[in-house]
């Protein structure tokens, strides 16, 4: 019989196969990929997002019981996944400050073969102040109304909580669905010169980055509706508002480089 009362406050994780199913998803699925470009088949790629999918969830629920059934997650725990993740943070920082070097790189001094002007010469950029001021007020007001959530839960406030934390969602599928519609009324594409590849890899990223905050305050949503959260033990979401905390700088920083300034 395993001793389960240890004499220090760390958490000693348990066996787990998640990590060995995650790699094999991943596997598969860059497989997969590989398979869709060469050959147009899609079952490889299907299989592999149904094994990191499924991986993820599981591995996700693990980590919630040990939280909040076991009891795992002590003041020093805590504390060490809050620097877990600050450091991830930082080298999304460090990832995204990749393509506004590249960014600047080119259209401070632009070469002969984009006609030496910014932006290039037969590029039509977006008006910064149609869907892209409105995305700005969007993602603007989800940080707002995800620090209201956060108030709310810190004073016990059930129900604000919910409605705060569920227009915080409402507002990222919102984003995500200009963005989308954006990038289909784009009058240039990413293989349009540095100036398409720029556009489109930044905002694709951060879009990408939008959807993944999404689906984590919608998972700490479900969390709350299960009283997994405490006005003192929440962790999970407040590593959520950082994140989407994070996500809006990065956008106030695309808005203002990107649309406006290389308007």
């Known amino acids: 019989m395993m001793k389960t009362n240890y004499a220090h ?6 066996y787990s196969p998640w990590p060995l199913t995650g790699a094999i998803g991943v596997l598969i699925l860059v497989t997969g990929m590989m398979k869709w470009f060469h050959n147009f088949n899609l079952n490889l790629i299907i299989l592999g997002y149904l094994i990191v999918v ?13 939280g909040t059934l076991q009891g795992k997650h002590t003041l020093l ?11 991830f943070i930082v080298s999304e920082i460090f ?43 969007i993602l603007i007001s989800s940080g707002i109304s995800v620090t209201w959530a956060h108030h709310a839960l810190m004073e016990n406030n059930n129900s604000q909580m919910t409605q ?3 227009i915080t969602i409402i507002l990222g599928i919102y984003f995500t669905t200009l963005q ?6 784009a009058p240039f594409s990413i ?10 890899v930044a905002t694709g990223f951060h879009g990408l980055h939008v959807i993944i905050g999404t689906m984590f305050l919608l998972i700490c949503l479900i969390r709350h509706l299960n009283n997994h959260f405490s006005s003192n033990h929440h962790f999970g979401f407040e590593a959520a508002a950082w994140y989407w905390h994070f996500v809006d700088v990065v956008w106030l920083f695309l808005y203002v480089s990107i649309y406006w300034w290389g308007y």
């Not at 499924?54 to 019981?65: G, K, P, V």
Request: glycine share 6%; charged share 10%; hydrophobic share 50%.
């Open 9 to 14: 406050p760390f958490h000693l994780v348990d």
């Open 54 to 66: 499924l991986t993820m969830y599981q591995w996700w629920r693990d980590i919630c019981r040990e």
């Open 77 to 87: 725990v805590v504390k060490g996944l809050r620097w877990g993740m600050i450091l």
């Open 95 to 137: 990832f995204f400050l990749s393509f506004f070097w590249a960014f600047f790189h080119s259209s401070l001094s632009p070469n002969i073969e984009i006609g030496t002007s910014w932006p290039p010469v037969g590029i039509t950029p977006f008006n910064p102040f149609q869907i892209p001021l409105l995305n700005t007020i």
């Open 164 to 166: 705060s934390l569920f």
């Open 180 to 185: 989308m519609y954006e990038y289909f009324e």
């Open 191 to 200: 293989a349009d010169s540095i100036y398409g590849s720029t556009f489109f």
